[in-house]
């Protein structure tokens, strides 16, 4: 089967410091996760953000030319466009164009399977669209410049969509409680039972899900892409004589879209409530401690600080590392170094697991 074809572009400001070749390959690994092919990606300089097409007007005319040279249709903007951004965009580039919330909202989407992973997806999308015409609703009213129409058939329009996007929300809403409330059940059962909680966190492709595996022998999807597992899993583990539950969460990103934060804020709550937080994280990767600072900013949204005891650096994938550069990181007496895939330092781990949840 063909991939889509597709073109990046990452807009920058040019005064402020930036990390944009981070930007540019997470931005290839987003569009690559939905079986995208990407054609070019390209880095555009801007002096400000255009209000009405966020990169400018001679921007505007060498990227129509690329698009046409390239035969492609669909565009991603690494970053958020207002909703008039994207119309103006799409109209003067004849293409489609995706913004990042929405092309992560298709990624989440396409891979949702539980019943609470699809409804917390769908969440997110109807609160996406809420905020839109929020937004298209304010430009519209200056636009008017307050001159008394209040009540005239767009305004009316506008509301009714609102209220009925508001309905839909809090009906998904309902729903997820729900499903909240027997896990809740659970948990209180777990406490009640002593059962020990342990979290896997961490930026998406970090191996997560190949720890959880190797420690609970279980098969949950481990896959070389971006947001391979969204639904949280909580398997069984037996050693030193001792039951652990571990639990596999929703990889990070840089800039998670809040209203993806909000929909999967029952599946996060998990990490809250849990015992220990193994903070997976990739050292083969370039952007390794870029990566960290991601993490720990999404952390801090869900109400965990960065210095909470109960996390534990574990570096993974050191066999894809020089055996020095190990030596060099290893200061850091805290971590624990293994590779997931391999199984180097996953019996040290389970020690250090142990002797953390028992002291
Ligand atoms: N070489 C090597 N590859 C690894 C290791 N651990 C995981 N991988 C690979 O990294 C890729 C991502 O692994 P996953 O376990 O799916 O990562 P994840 O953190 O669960 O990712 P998401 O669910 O997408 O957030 C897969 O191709 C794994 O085989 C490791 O220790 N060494
Ligand atoms: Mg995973």
Redesign the pocket.
């Known amino acids: 089967m063909n991939n889509k074809q597709i073109l990046i572009v990452h807009p920058f400001l040019k005064f402020t410091r930036n990390k944009n070749n981070y930007f540019l390959s997470e931005a290839e690994n987003l569009v690559q996760a939905i079986n995208l092919e990407c054609v070019e990606s390209s880095l555009i300089g801007l002096e400000k953000i255009s209000p009405n097409t966020f990169i400018n007007k001679g921007n505007l005319i060498i990227f129509k030319k690329k698009l046409q040279d390239a035969g492609v249709d669909i565009v991603f903007f690494n970053v958020n466009l207002s909703p008039i951004q994207q119309r103006n965009l799409e109209n003067e580039l004849n293409a489609k164009v995706i913004d990042r919330t929405g092309l992560i909202l298709e990624i989440f989407g396409s891979r949702a399977k539980s019943n609470e992973g699809k409804l917390s997806v769908e969440l997110a999308s109807l609160q996406f669209q809420k905020s839109r015409l929020v937004r298209s609703w304010t430009h519209l009213e200056r636009q008017r410049g307050g001159a008394g129409f209040m009540g005239g058939p767009g305004e009316k329009q506008i509301e009714s969509d609102k209220r009925q996007l508001t309905e839909k929300i809090n009906r998904l809403k309902k729903k997820i409680k729900k499903i909240v409330s027997i896990r809740d059940l659970q948990r209180y059962r777990r406490i009640k039972n002593k059962i020990p909680v342990i979290s896997l966190v961490?930026y998406?492709?970090?191996?997560?899900?190949?720890?959880f595996n190797k420690l609970t022998k279980s098969d949950v999807?481990?896959?070389?892409?971006?947001?391979?597992?969204l639904d949280s899993t909580i398997r069984k583990s037996f050693f030193n004589n001792t039951n652990f539950l571990f639990v596999?969460t929703?990889?990070f990103i840089s800039d998670l879209p809040t209203t993806l934060v909000d929909a999967f804020k029952s599946t996060l709550d998990e990490i809250i409530y849990s015992d220990l937080i193994l903070h997976?994280r990739d050292i083969?990767n370039s952007n390794y401690l870029e990566q960290k600072k991601d993490v720990l900013k999404i952390l801090r949204e869900i109400g965990i600080d960065m210095n909470d005891a109960r996390i534990l650096d574990v570096i993974?994938?050191?066999?894809?590392i020089k055996s020095d550069r190990i030596l060099h990181n290893s200061f850091d007496k805290n971590s624990i170094y293994?590779?997931?895939?391999?199984g180097n330092g996953i019996e040290n781990l389970k020690k250090k697991i142990y002797e953390k949840i028992i002291y």
Request: proline share 0%; no cysteine.
């Open positions: 961490g998406t492709n970090s191996g997560k899900s190949t720890l999807l481990s896959k070389n892409m971006l947001f391979a597992s596999d929703v990889g997976i083969s993974n994938k050191v066999d894809l293994i590779s997931a895939l391999k």
